[in-house]
């Protein structure tokens, strides 16, 4: 069964603390994303990577970076934890020629920052 | 801002029943317009989707309803069951992205 699979499913970190969110993909997908998910906004996009290296702000980058090094990984990093950044993090996958263009996501990590 | 707006927030529906969900958009840019459905602990899945070019598409007891000229599309739940009990997202695609709506939480009551 194909997959996103997404480290930790429940973080807790501090104030300050540089944070990294790991998303593996075994479909050989080459779009990816990371989404936070708050009650009330929905799901909003952070970051976007289409290519290994290549990476495209979302609508909410700020305290954000990203990482592509391979294909089936993408990493979401906090460089510095904020309260504000307490939320679901939801990573995706998409193929960029498909016939649903539907995207797969991940089972989401749940990041408290204390 | 949200790029999709959507609405109820949350509703409640008899078994048997039939949930009826709205979207609207403003971008006419967007080429693709799924619909995800989400269950505690889980992420969002794929449901039913469709392209502005065809007004209704149809998976079993989901049916989108598109409106082109109104910016408007609809998820109608036809004979709600328990299992249905979820939160729902509209969205809409362009450039690979998609955009999300706030989500509605369906409540089915057996």
């Known amino acids: 069964d194909v997959k996103v699979t997404q480290s930790s499913r429940y973080l807790v970190k501090r104030t300050g603390e540089k944070v990294f969110l790991e998303c593996v993909q075994d479909?050989?997908?080459?779009?990816m994303f990371w989404y936070r998910q708050d009650p009330g906004l929905g799901l909003r996009l952070i970051y976007f990577?289409?290519?290994?290296?290549?990476?495209e702000k979302g609508d909410i980058p700020e305290g954000y970076s990203v990482s592509r090094e391979k294909k089936e990984r993408f990493s979401l990093i906090l460089e510095s934890a904020s309260t504000n950044q307490t939320s679901m993090y939801l990573c995706?996958?998409?193929?960029?020629?498909?016939?649903?263009?539907?995207?797969?996501f991940g089972s989401g990590t749940r990041l408290t920052v204390v | 801002q949200q790029q999709v707006k959507q609405s109820p927030q949350s509703l409640i529906v008899q078994k048997g029943g039939i949930s009826i969900i709205n979207c609207a958009y403003e971008?006419?840019?967007?080429?693709?317009f799924p619909w995800y459905q989400q269950f505690p602990g889980k992420g969002p899945a794929l449901l039913i989707a469709?392209?502005?070019?065809?007004s209704e598409k149809k998976e079993g007891r989901f049916t989108i309803s598109f409106n082109k000229s109104a910016k408007q599309f609809s998820l109608h739940i036809m004979d709600s069951q328990p299992g249905d009990s979820a939160t729902y997202f509209c969205a809409a695609r362009r450039n690979y992205k998609l955009s999300f709506g706030a989500g509605t939480t369906v409540t089915v009551r057996a």
């Open positions: 990577s289409y290519d290994v290296k290549m990476k």
């Open positions: 995706a996958s998409s193929l960029v020629q498909s016939t649903n263009y539907g995207y797969t």
């Open positions: 971008n006419t840019a967007f080429d693709y």
């Open positions: 479909m050989d997908h080459e779009n």
């Open positions: 469709i392209r502005p070019d065809v």
